[in-house]
């Protein structure tokens, strides 16, 4: 950058509000480009643009009708407009350290990519993994298995009066031709593959989303005074409201029971633990015998193997970020992201040496190749990797 980050006068706080808006409308050159990331990585600007930041968040709290810079569009700008497209709009101030570390991501891969000075890494990138799709199984009563990953819209089959069809938006709906009456109902399972992930409408109207390495078990038809389904995974549910029928979801030795709300369940078997999360309405959480209710923005952690659990406020859009195409970290740690990699990318770890005792806060588009989350994560300057044949390897810098 010929000397740019040290013959850079500082400007002021309207010039980096003018940089990051034609960051986010895109009409930012090359140098302008060049500039941002200078302010964004001199340790010597660090805290001009933290003051910054929090004086523009100030303005934002005691003014509703401040928009010098639209911070939801950089924010769509820099993940995915089209997906995060119909959000409801709320105040991302948690995420704007996360935003700048995404800036900071693709403006060091810009250069990378045009002016090729990027230091040799003791590993290498020989391959690249594409993120995951929309993939699953479904497994009707019968046995027999409908591999939905390029299935055209239109009729799937029938299971009694059920119509099972997929949308135009690939989703599978059970459509309820009739009152049913079966005494035993025929039981149906949807399962996502590592790289996969996929949406249902059951029969009474109740969404599920599965995230990648998920299923759940369900009735073409819900009979009797209940509506019951079971899952393994991750899986976020938007239950259709029945006051005659509740809603229970099992997995393993918990239940949760609902009338009509939403809420995201996470319980893989390699997982530590579980999580219950509600964004609204209410629920009654069972395990072992012992009941709690849940309010809206409240989680609850818990074990399979233990009869504890705990209670606690959710960050939402941690919680939910991975149906919105997006991996949200907020101090985690390395282990726990190469879990999540392995799931969305169905990709194998491997640790060379020691395993790096790192965590890292971001935001990251899933909708993206893996190398590119990565070369993102190598951002913190302790750890590297490389891609042969989808094995991830994972190294710990050495420091010089």
Request: net charge negative; hydrophobic share 35%.
């Amino acid at each position: 950058m010929d000397n740019q980050e040290h013959q850079m006068t500082l400007g002021t706080n309207d010039r980096l509000a003018e940089l990051f808006q034609k960051y986010v409308d895109k009409s930012i050159t090359e140098e302008e480009y060049a500039e941002l990331f200078v302010y964004i990585r001199n340790p010597e600007t660090k805290d001009e643009v933290l003051a910054f930041l929090d004086e523009h968040n100030k303005k934002v709290q005691s003014d509703a009708l401040v928009h010098e810079i639209d911070w939801d569009g950089m924010y769509a700008n820099i993940t995915n407009p089209k997906k995060l497209a119909g959000r409801e709009r709320k105040p991302l101030w948690k995420y704007v350290a996360a935003a700048v570390v995404l800036v900071v991501a693709s403006v060091t891969i810009y250069y990378t990519a045009n002016h090729s000075y990027q230091k040799s890494s003791p590993l290498a990138y020989h391959n690249d993994v594409l993120p995951g799709s929309e993939k699953a199984v479904l497994t009707l009563s019968d046995g027999s298995e409908i591999v939905l990953d390029h299935t055209a819209a239109g009729k799937l089959a029938t299971q009694g009066d059920i119509l099972i069809e997929k949308d135009a938006n690939g989703q599978i709906v059970y459509v309820a031709k009739n009152q049913s009456d079966e005494a035993t109902p025929k039981i149906n399972t949807l399962s996502t593959p590592a790289g996969g992930k996929f949406s249902l409408v059951l029969s009474d109207g109740s969404k599920v989303w599965l995230n990648a390495s998920s299923s759940i078990k369900f009735p073409a038809a819900f009979t009797g005074d209940a509506r019951r389904v079971e899952i393994k995974g991750e899986a976020y549910f938007e239950i259709a409201k029945d006051k005659r029928k509740p809603f229970y979801v099992r997995n393993g030795s918990s239940e949760i029971k609902v009338l009509g709300t939403h809420f995201n369940v996470m319980a893989y078997p390699d997982e530590y633990r579980s999580a219950l999360t509600l964004l609204e309405g209410s629920v009654q959480f069972t395990k072992n015998g012992q009941s709690q209710l849940l309010k809206p923005g409240k989680q609850i952690i818990y074990t399979e193997s233990e009869n504890e659990t705990k209670q606690q406020e959710a960050n939402i859009e941690e919680v939910m970020a991975w149906k919105n195409d997006l991996f949200v970290f907020n101090n985690t740690s390395i282990d726990e992201i190469m879990k999540e990699l392995t799931r969305w990318y169905d990709v194998k770890i491997k640790y060379e040496g020691e395993k790096p005792d790192i965590s890292f806060t971001g935001v990251i588009p899933r909708n993206t190749n893996v190398s590119k989350v990565l070369k993102t994560l190598e951002l913190t300057g302790d750890v590297v990797f490389g891609i042969e044949n989808n094995v991830i390897t994972c190294e710990k810098k050495m420091k010089k």
